[in-house]
């Protein structure tokens, strides 16, 4: 039986609206041309056309990456950006939990 897939983009959408509800401090923005989220000026996540992309510690997105789960984020092919990872949530479960650990990442990291 196949997978039920959201599109990201719901997902994200659907997601962000309700951390911005819980955390007056987070604001939507674009990153990279793409829409995205950030707290107290910091971007923790963004969209691409298929992914979520968002931000972590570079041990952590090497596991993400090392598990197959993630892929590294190259806006410019052969230039990744270290502490940002590409995932693809199946669903808003999903992307809540991966912008729940994004969120916790940039707010925990300071300035």
Avoid at 41 to 52: E, N, W
Avoid at 65 to 72: C, F, R, T, V
Wanted: aromatic share 8%; glycine share 8%; charged share 30%.
């Amino acid at each position: 039986m196949a997978e039920n897939k959201q599109p990201v983009e719901e997902s994200f959408d659907a997601v962000s609206r309700r951390l911005i509800g819980e955390h007056p401090e987070d604001e939507l923005g674009k990153m990279l041309h793409r829409p995205g989220i950030r707290t107290n000026g910091k971007f923790y996540a963004f969209i691409t056309k298929s992914d979520l992309v968002i931000k972590l510690p570079v041990d952590r997105v090497d596991e993400y990456i090392a598990s197959g789960e993630g892929q590294p984020c190259s806006p410019r092919p052969g230039h990744p950006m270290r502490q940002w990872v590409r995932l693809a949530p199946a669903n808003e479960q999903e992307c809540a939990a991966y912008l729940a650990e994004a969120r916790a990442f940039v707010t925990e990291s300071g300035p």
